[in-house]
Nanobody, 117 residues
Framework: QVQLTESGGGLVQSGGSLRLSCVASGFVFSGYAMSWYRQRPGKQRELVAGLRRAVGDLEYGDAVKGRATITRDDAHNTVYLEMNHLRPDDTAVYYC??????????WGQGIQVTVSS
């Protein structure tokens, strides 16, 4: 059974930092591109950060460039998202996403991050 389990969300003060974790199980983690998406209130889901298998193959959403870092630990089937200088408009549900470079994608259930002003 495939699972993507996010953790590390919650309430953060504006200007603060957070680290989200996503632990994967049920598929060959190392063979998947891993990403973080978010859905802000009233908006469509958007890419926050993506990391493919190749070292250095990174992509960041425009809204978080310079404030976000995605990393992965294939030994522990985990992908991380670190964000700093958080702003109230970073408030969103953050989702972990896995993609096998083909037709298969998996989503986590999402975790709430609320940034207070």
């Amino acid at each position: 059974q495939v699972q993507l389990t996010e953790s590390g969300g919650g309430l953060v003060q504006s200007g603060g930092s957070l680290r989200l974790s996503c632990v994967a199980s049920g598929f060959v983690f190392s063979g998947y591109a891993m990403s973080w998406y978010r859905q802000r209130p009233g908006k469509q889901r958007e890419l926050v950060a993506g990391l493919r298998r190749a070292v250095g193959d990174l992509e960041y959403g425009d809204a978080v460039k310079g404030r976000a870092t995605i990393t992965r630990d294939d030994a522990h089937n985990t992908v991380y998202l670190e964000m700093n200088h958080l702003r109230p408009d970073d408030t969103a549900v953050y989702y972990c996403h896995a993609w096998n470079y083909g037709p298969v994608t998996y989503w986590g259930q999402g975790i709430q991050v609320t940034v207070s002003s």
